[in-house]
């Protein structure tokens, strides 16, 4: 006579199942320091993920500042206002439903995205207007509809994965030198040193190899995360 194992807390809940969302999370904003520095450095000093950066970027541009272009910027932001426009619809339809498939599902098109815009990089002619529009639209879109995902999933210390600001703020305001409990202290310093450490790769790779291989990098990352997400914190 046999006895049943029990079965372990995963077995029982698909949303438990995979890496946890806090992982891909991080791992997400360091995607983010690859693609800023592939918009920054390879598309005419625009930032694609970073939009706080971005509509700074774009005063520069609209006084008149060498370097910076009006057009380059608001496309960005154009695109990357869709791709949060149509994360909200997404999330919306999704409603109190499984995050396991809702962010797996999002990060499979990002992924997609992110994939042709390696394509776009490694086959169309470097520099061409074409070719620097359709990645500034691309990849500024991918990371709106990321931005949506991530605010759907509201995970503490990380409802943003582009923008470190306020998780610097956070770290500092809270930290035992301030008075406070220093709670999620390491879970903001891990956000900030993987955006550091994403930038510093995807500066390394434009500046060596040029757009294709960072982009290629975030495209198979985030293919990879959409694989092994999971729906718990």
């Not at 390879?42 to 008149?64: E, I, R």
């Not at 040029?210 to 985030?222: D, E, F, I, R, Y």
């Amino acid at each position: 006579m046999t006895t049943e194992q029990p079965r372990s807390k995963t077995d029982k809940d698909p949303e438990a199942r995979g890496l946890r969302l806090v992982v891909v999370l991080l791992a997400l904003t360091g995607v983010s320091g690859l693609i800023d520095a592939v918009s920054y450095l390879g598309l005419g000093h625009v930032f694609t993920a970073n939009m706080t950066g971005n509509v700074v970027v774009l005063g520069f541009a609209a006084a008149g500042a060498p370097g910076f272009s009006v057009h380059h910027s608001a496309t960005s932001l154009a695109c990357f206002l869709l791709g949060a426009v149509s994360g909200g619809r997404v999330a919306r339809r999704a409603g109190g439903g499984s995050r396991r498939a809702f962010a797996r599902w999002t990060l499979g098109v990002e992924a997609a995205l992110l994939g042709a815009a390696s394509a776009m990089a490694f086959t169309a002619p470097e520099g061409a207007t074409a070719t620097t529009y359709a990645l500034i639209a691309t990849t500024a879109f991918a990371m709106g509809l990321r931005n949506a995902t991530v605010r759907r999933l509201n995970v503490p210390a990380l409802t943003t994965t582009t923008v470190v600001t306020m998780t610097l703020t956070g770290l500092a305001a809270e930290s035992h030198v301030a008075g406070g409990s220093g709670g999620r202290t390491r879970r903001r310093t891990a956000a900030v040193s993987a955006l550091f450490v994403g930038a510093v790769t995807g500066a390394w790779l434009v500046l060596h190899h040029g757009m294709g291989v960072p982009l290629l990098l975030a495209s198979l990352t985030s293919a990879a995360l959409a694989v092994t997400a999971s729906g718990r914190e």
